[in-house]
């Protein structure tokens, strides 16, 4: 892993391992003043975001541990699709509404327009969506031996959990667009420390998958509504949709679905093909473990609020490139910490798993290896998309349909060692697609300045 590490890093920058070593010691650019200001920024974001990490990671366990492992199941399918569906539904919408919403934000009448021309567009993907993700669920909740009745309980709950998910999505790009930070960090808070109290109080009753998507159900209602309610401040939502929005956004719509029909399933994969099995107890080992993935949720808004920006920012091939280095590296690094910390400390994840996971070493190590590749690759696409280097992106689609092809040929996914070196090995399409776009965004820097 370290050698494909320094490997990656030496293609990046057109150097040596040994020479970018040399070139990028951290001396060079990580002087005093500039790590204070660093750690107190990231720092000052990222309080209230750990705040809820913790909480929504304690919450996640404890779903873990008071529910049935059967049930626990039923609850990552219904997860699942609720997930594919929303992808499905919004297919760049939300990006229309923010890039144009940037321009009209203060016009309350035409940003009021604007709101209402993505919720009719919206409404029909929507439409879409649920007849394509519905009888999924359904179906896929009978075949794992659910009883009818759960089944259907279940596709309803997650029918109204995505319909408030999907107007809060909207709603909620108002305050982004006001930097309204302290109501959306106490609107996160709120959501992790109200799902908790939800469930605590549900702890002396058997919780079966029903009641813990119940619980996510109202909470989602309750952002949706405070999201309207704080939306309605700044834009006029009676104002009818306009025709010249709507086009907008269908035309990103456009642009974005086949991408987005193909990152909806490949984000799951793991579910879906263990789901085929037919066992509850492989869906719900995946489900579980990939709870992992959360020690990551804190990153992702630091990743995407101060360290993209400020790579946009660079200018010239040495920085570009120096900067590129230096993300990527440090973000390695804290990767393979994550894994060998996962590694030394699996016993003790387990136990907070619960005993139902206790023989999960391997394939803990495995969903760690899997999530830190995936986390990577977003890193490098965003790096990549902050410069604009994705021209060529959609490649990645056709080399990692036929590399999944051949790895289901000779792999066996019906285990969770198995489906975890599936997705494992698939990384590889999107990372090397990513290595070159950015070798040929710092040619076209270097040709630039000749």
């Not at 259907?152 to 108002?174: D, K, W």
């Not at 991408?259 to 869906?283: M, N, R």
């Amino acid at each position: 892993m370290i050698l494909f590490l320094a490997l990656l890093l030496a293609i990046v920058a057109k150097t040596s391992p040994v020479n970018l070593f040399q070139k990028y010691h951290p001396r060079r650019f990580l002087s005093r003043e500039r790590l204070v200001h660093w750690t107190g920024l990231i720092g000052k974001f990222a309080t209230i975001q750990l705040v809820v990490q913790v909480i929504s990671f304690f919450t996640g366990f404890l779903v873990i541990r008071i529910v049935d492992k059967n049930e626990y199941a039923y609850f990552t399918l219904a997860n699942t699709v609720q997930g594919m569906m929303g992808l499905l539904a919004d297919a760049g919408a939300s990006v229309a509404l923010l890039s144009v919403g940037g321009q009209v934000y203060q016009d309350r009448e035409r940003f009021g327009s604007l709101i209402n021309s993505v919720i009719r567009v919206r409404f029909r993907m929507a439409m879409a969506a649920m007849a394509l993700g519905i009888p999924i669920l359904f179906g896929m909740l009978v075949y794992n031996k659910s009883s009818w009745l759960t089944a259907f309980l279940l596709t309803l709950i997650t029918m109204i959990a995505f319909h408030a998910m999907l107007m809060s999505s909207i709603y909620g790009i108002v305050p982004k667009l006001w930097t309204q930070v302290k109501r959306l960090q106490s609107m996160d808070l709120s959501m992790a420390v109200g799902r908790l109290a939800f469930l605590a109080v549900f702890i002396p009753f058997k919780i079966t998958a029903v009641v813990a998507m119940a619980v996510s159900s109202v909470v989602y209602l309750f952002q949706y509504r405070f999201f309207k309610r704080w939306a309605s401040e700044s834009a006029n939502l009676q104002a009818g949709p306009n025709d010249k929005d709507t086009k907008t956004v269908v035309s990103n719509i456009r642009s974005l679905i086949p991408a987005t029909i193909f990152y909806c399933v490949q984000t799951q994969i793991p579910v879906w093909l263990i789901g085929i099995s037919g066992s509850t107890d492989k869906i719900s080992d995946v489900g579980a473990l990939g709870r992992i993935a959360q020690v990551f949720g804190l990153l992702t808004p630091v990743m995407a609020s101060l360290v993209m920006p400020a790579f946009a920012r660079s200018v010239g091939s040495r920085e570009v490139k120096r900067k590129y280095a230096v993300v990527i590296a440090s973000y390695s690094v804290l990767c393979l910490f994550i894994i060998a910390g996962t590694w030394i400390f699996s016993d003790q994840f387990l136990w907070l798993l619960g005993p139902g996971y206790a023989g999960l070493k391997y394939e803990l190590v495995l969903m760690a290896v899997s999530t830190t590749l995936t986390s990577l690759a977003g890193v490098m696409w965003g790096l990549n998309s902050a410069k604009g280097w994705v021209q060529y992106i959609w490649i990645d689609i056709p080399i990692r349909i036929c590399l999944q092809a051949v790895l289901l040929m000779f792999m066996d996914v019906k285990t969770v060692s198995g489906v975890l070196l599936f997705s494992i090995f698939s990384q590889a399409s999107p990372l090397l697609v990513c290595i070159w776009l950015a070798r040929r965004g710092f040619r076209s820097i270097e040709t630039h300045e000749r």
